[in-house]
């Protein structure tokens, strides 16, 4: 799978990709993230990018004419609407950013993330140029650039062979789905006097078995009722 990122701040990608998951994902070769300078799209003096929004107001805004540039150079050809890959902008209007939206996208075989900085992006980009604006949660950031780390991040742990997601597809059994994970301990059995649950202790994996089921559901009632609503 195939992320590129389109940003003012191609610094910022230089570290969160360079641990863990992500940066295993890229070396085993199923995974390429290449991130893109915006100002490369740019052919005045002072590289510029932003512009005053108009009938007034606060701020900047992202000028259309870099963002489009930025898109159809990276992909010449492609259409709006297009299976297999997607422009996505990260915005605080967009939808809801989930993980059955993240095993949407690993189903993708590429996925162009548009930063945003300022007070917003051209609306033309949004309406024109993007299969989707999305957001990762109902808060204000800076720039989408974390918006689309979280989504890089979440996206590339789901993807066939990145180590470890086999495991981690089995766990998350029919019985546990859509809740979430239940309570764990490792050793010592007993800190500062708060015992692990005995059943634990025990080593009768059935017994095991259904404590789990039934503590995850105790925990998502009592943390996130909201889930036990949902599909
Ligand atoms: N989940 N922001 C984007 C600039 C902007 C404004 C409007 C496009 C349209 C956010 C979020 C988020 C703040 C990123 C505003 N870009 N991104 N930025 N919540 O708050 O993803």
């Known amino acids: ?58 701020g900047m805004l992202l000028k259309a004419q870099p963002v489009f540039d930025a898109v159809e150079s990276i992909w010449p050809e492609r259409t709006l609407g297009e299976a297999g890959r997607k422009v996505v902008l990260l915005s605080a209007q ?9 095993r949407e ?36 950031l800076s720039g989408g650039e974390l918006g689309a780390a979280v989504v890089i991040d979440a996206v590339a ?12 597809a089995v766990q998350e059994s029919f019985t546990t789905a859509g809740l979430l ?6 050793r010592p059995a007993e800190f500062r006097g708060w015992k692990v649950p005995d059943v634990l202790l025990g080593g009768n994996h059935e017994e095991i078995r259904k404590w789990r089921i039934e503590a995850a559901r105790e925990k998502t009632r009592r943390m996130r009722p909201d889930l036990l609503n949902e599909a």
């Open 1 to 58: 799978m195939k992320f590129h990122v389109v940003t003012i701040f191609p610094e910022f990608f230089r570290g969160p990709f360079e641990h863990g998951v992500v940066a295993r994902a890229k070396a085993a070769g199923v995974l390429d993230i290449q991130v893109h300078d915006l100002r490369t799209w740019t052919s005045d003096r002072h590289k510029t990018v932003d512009d005053r929004p108009f009938g007034g107001g606060e």
């Open 94 to 102: 967009g939808r809801r950013f989930t993980q059955s939206v993240a």
């Open 157 to 168: 742990r789901l993807i066939p062979g990145v180590l470890g997601n086999e495991a981690s």
């Open 181 to 186: 994970d239940c309570p764990q301990w490792t």
């Open 105 to 140: 996208y690993a189903a993708l075989e590429s996925v162009l993330l548009l930063c945003g900085r300022y007070e917003g992006v051209d609306e033309r980009v949004a309406e024109h140029l993007a299969d989707e604006e999305l957001s990762i949660g109902d808060y204000v």
